[in-house]
């Protein structure tokens, strides 16, 4: 099959932000690349994102390398369709040589020094240099408790999450308080369903503080810029990611507000006996552990404020106003599906790294990607968008998170 591989100097596998954006630091270089992509420009926003979905950052942050979001509002929050226009846009105004429909299917040491053999559902290509920009978020994590839930219930992951129609009449149990849980719970509740929210690890931060967003303030204090030696602590690298949404103009998620609203609070889904779930009584602890974070984030910009003499007002919303849910005292730890009528459960617990593809020993034994700052130790071998590639930034599409690094490899493969 090498014999009659077409060869391209460069490929970039995968058509996401980062993708594009590996595209426009090569094109700025002169280099000649190509983009595969398994589906259409940005598919994950396209087909892993709910109806109701909006960005979570402000409009303003909305940008790539030489390419700002063109809206009205700079302050609002964009539903999920615009975030596929604006990478279509994208990739049309940096003429990215992007061949869709074309899924990576191993990738592994070519024939000839130096070049990979890239293999595709129908095709092979040879290349001297390859990034893998798949994504951060790869396959959809459902936790082995699943298997002890009754098959009649209806189970679906918040990837292929869609709206309130797709889930049979009744209760429904979200398990995960992510921003993907929390945002899906909300949703739920709106729509007239009654919610029970299995209560996991998050980080409460208020959407608005003296004036400014999350975002705002997260940019101006360099949090979006920080590298892993400048993390306050070794854990904050796995901090969860903040509690927020961009819907109905953007608020934070607070899971106390969201009880008061009607949904019912759980600790951590241990085990499912028959009908029966198994509660941790851990909820209590949980949201304290997410306190903890929303008190600090409001210090930090507090003393940020004082350091910097910045005129901003003093905040004049009572953020932690809402009175705790009776479950606090009195938790539930075992829950009769049938009496409580639930009859499906969204799972919206998380993802994990798919390489499985890659056939090159540049993993460690969890199956995360060796590299510093994107380089492997095989010649030629790059990864761009992870958590952590570099910065915080390095994989959000926020301030055009993965352009530093983009640039950095463009540099790296020219020389
Ligand atoms: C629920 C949710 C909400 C989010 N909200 C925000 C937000 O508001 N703001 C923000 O900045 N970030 C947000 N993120 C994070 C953001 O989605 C990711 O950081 C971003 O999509 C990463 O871009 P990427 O180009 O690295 O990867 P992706 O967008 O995942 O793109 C990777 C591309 O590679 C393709 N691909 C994968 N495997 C192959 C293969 N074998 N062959 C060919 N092609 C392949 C995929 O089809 C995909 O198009 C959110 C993530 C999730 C899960």
Sequence with gaps: MTGHAERVETAIIGGGHAGLTMSYSLSQLGLEHVILERGRVGERWRSERWD????????????????????????AFAPGHEVVRFLDDYASFIKAPIRCGVAVTSLEQGSRAGRYLIRTQDSAIEAANVIIATGPFQRPTIPPVSAQVPIDLFQVHSSKYRNSDQLPSGAVLVVGSGSSGGQIAEELIEHGRQVYLSVGRHRRVPRRYRGRDYGWWSSAMGILDQTLDRLPSPEAKNWPLPLLTGVNGGHDLDLRRMAAEGVTLLGHLQSVTGNTLIIAPDLE????????????????VDDYVAKTGMDVPKESQPLDGVAEPKVLSNPILELDLNAAGITSIVWATGFRNDFGWVKLPIFNDSGDPVHRRGITSFPGIYFLGLRWLYKRKSYFLVMAGPAEDAAYLAEHIKT
């Design 52 to 75: 109701s979905f909006h960005f979570q950052f402000p409009n303003w942050t909305i940008e790539l390398p030489g390419y700002k979001y063109q809206c009205n509002d700079r302050d």
């Design 285 to 300: 602890e949980t949201l304290a552990k997410a306190d903890v974070w929303f008190t600090d984030f409001k210090k930090l």
